[in-house]
């Protein structure tokens, strides 16, 4: 008799180890990741590595599962190869472990996969090894990920603690749009706009940007906490001061409707694919040029510099003239956004 999974929902007999578990793993799993790492069926896959390699793990319970722009499945790959490309790294090789509610849906459950998988083709990263667990109903939400990320490091010397006084801070396009999808799904909202989350694998633009030799001092996406977090971040940890004009960060008109309505501030919002970047000033323009001509980040811009003055804080010049501290978001925003 075959093996093959009939059922229309996940059942606690999936996370056995017997032949439903089996059924699942290869129906679902195996016929969307399956390369030969995968499919040698070890305990542990059995990879090469040479140089100097970035590891990166992160898990993602974001709710609702399915949003304007993407799913889990597409956030948990993008993710963590964007946790990597941050750091110069080429991804390689991830791990992937499910915990899959009782009852969850498995039209869903392949629709979430077969989203990993299309993410996964732009970066040419592959899922070599993963674990399967079912939990009783009511003891998780739907369905919670966990990834894992090897990368082979192509750009040395990206660090929160390399930024220099009279670098240039750029960012990779509009902000706040993951967070703001996220609210829109979350609260049913039914806007004119077609909103959608920014969720996206970095590694193409990265790899133009390397590619071209660009000199990189810090880099890093902006998830939770979102562009005011990471500036913050790096103005502590590198001792410098950091001065951005608000009126050079790129905010669509959806997103500033939004945070108009709930009293959120841009800055603050979570993105999923935008990423910032400190580079020294004289290359600024290359760099901008580079990621709009061939890194599809049509709206990126130049927000900021790197200054000797108001050390470890941030500066924000408003459109009128007058400067105040962005600081770091207080309390908690929107729960569960990645």
């Not at 059924?23 to 499919?39: C, G, K, M, R, T």
């Not at 499910?98 to 083709?121: C, D, H, N, P, Y």
């Not at 890194?295 to 010049?317: Q, Y």
Request: aromatic content about 6%; some cysteine.
């Amino acid at each position: 008799m075959s093996n093959k999974m009939k059922s229309k929902t996940v059942q606690l007999s999936h996370g056995g180890g017997g032949k439903e578990m089996n059924a699942l793993i290869q129906d679902i799993f195996f016929s969307e990741f399956h390369n030969p790492i995968l499919n040698s069926e070890e305990d542990a896959a059995l990879l090469n590595l040479s140089g100097e390699t970035a590891f990166t793990t992160d898990s993602f319970t974001v709710a609702p599962i399915f949003f304007a722009g993407g799913d889990i499945g597409k956030l948990a790959v993008a993710g963590t190869v964007n946790d990597l490309a941050m750091m110069g790294a080429e991804p390689q090789y991830l791990s992937c472990s499910f915990i899959i509610e009782e009852g969850f849906e498995v039209a869903k459950l392949k629709t979430i996969v077969a989203s990993m998988r299309q993410e996964m083709a732009k970066s040419g990263t592959r899922i070599v090894c993963g674990d399967t667990k079912v939990v009783p109903k009511g003891c998780a939400d739907g369905l919670f990920i966990n990834t894992s990320g090897v990368g082979r490091i192509l750009h040395k010397g990206i660090s929160v603690k390399n930024i220099q006084q009279g670098d240039a801070i750029l960012v990779s396009r509009d902000i706040g749009r993951h967070g703001a999808a996220i609210l829109m799904a979350r609260e049913a909202l039914s806007l004119e706009s077609e909103l959608t989350s920014d969720c996206a694998n970095l590694w193409p633009v990265i790899e133009q940007l390397i590619a071209a030799n660009i000199e990189i001092h810090a880099m890093r996406d902006a998830t939770r906490g979102g562009l005011a977090a990471v500036l913050n971040e790096w103005a502590v940890a590198s001792n410098v001061g950091i001065k951005v004009e608000e009126s050079a960060i790129p905010i669509c008109d959806e997103v500033k409707g939004l945070c108009e309505l709930y009293g959120f501030e841009a800055h603050d919002l979570a993105n999923e694919g935008t990423f910032i970047i400190a580079l020294p000033q004289e290359i600024a323009a290359g760099a901008l040029e580079i990621m709009q001509r061939y890194g599809h980040c049509e709206n990126a811009a130049i927000i900021g510099t790197v200054t000797d003055e108001h050390l470890g804080k941030v500066v924000i010049k408003t459109p009128w003239g007058s400067n105040r501290y962005l600081d770091l978001p207080h309390g908690e925003l929107l729960p569960r956004i990645c």
